[in-house]
């Protein structure tokens, strides 16, 4: 069985119904990006997902991340079904750590030894900002 290129699995995602991709733009530069991801299944159909946040680092520091996180926020906030939006973050990645507390995220787990890279390891926190009490 052949598999889907990594680019045509990434373009099959952006297109699916439930996902919602934002980007930052300078002049016609690609400098952020960030994929909200609404849960299909009838039972999960309440949350989404926040995926792929990533801004240029030439670009940080300057309130991209917080435009890209507003949008998905906003966005979300238009979808009736959706009372909730989860994120993951690596717990030694301060700045997006911070912002996402910024923007009302708050912790509900962290998973120890999530990731490992070339023999080190990193755990990952688990994050939740509800939209409707």
Same mark, same amino acid.
């Given at each position: 069985?052949?598999? +889907?290129?990594?680019? +045509? ?39 989404? /997902? ?23 926020? /906003? ?22 750590? /911070? ?11 962290? +998973? ?6 070339? /023999? ?14």
């Amino acid at each position: 069985m052949k598999r +889907e290129s990594p680019v +045509e699995t990434v373009l099959k995602n952006i297109s699916s119904e439930g996902t919602f991709t934002f980007g930052a733009f300078n002049d016609k530069e690609l400098i952020g990006v960030v994929t909200l991801v609404q849960e299909s299944t009838s039972k999960l159909h309440h949350r989404a /997902n926040i995926f792929a946040m990533y801004v240029s680092s030439k670009f940080r520091g300057l309130g991209v991340g917080k435009a890209l996180i507003s949008a998905a926020i /906003n966005h979300a906030k238009t979808i009736e079904s959706l009372e909730k939006i989860n994120l993951e973050v690596i717990t030694t990645n301060d700045t997006a750590r /911070n912002l996402y507390i910024k923007m009302g995220f708050k912790t509900y787990g962290l +998973e120890e030894r999530a990731l490992k890279i070339k /023999n080190e390891y990193y755990d990952s926190e688990y994050m939740v900002l509800f939209l409707k009490k």
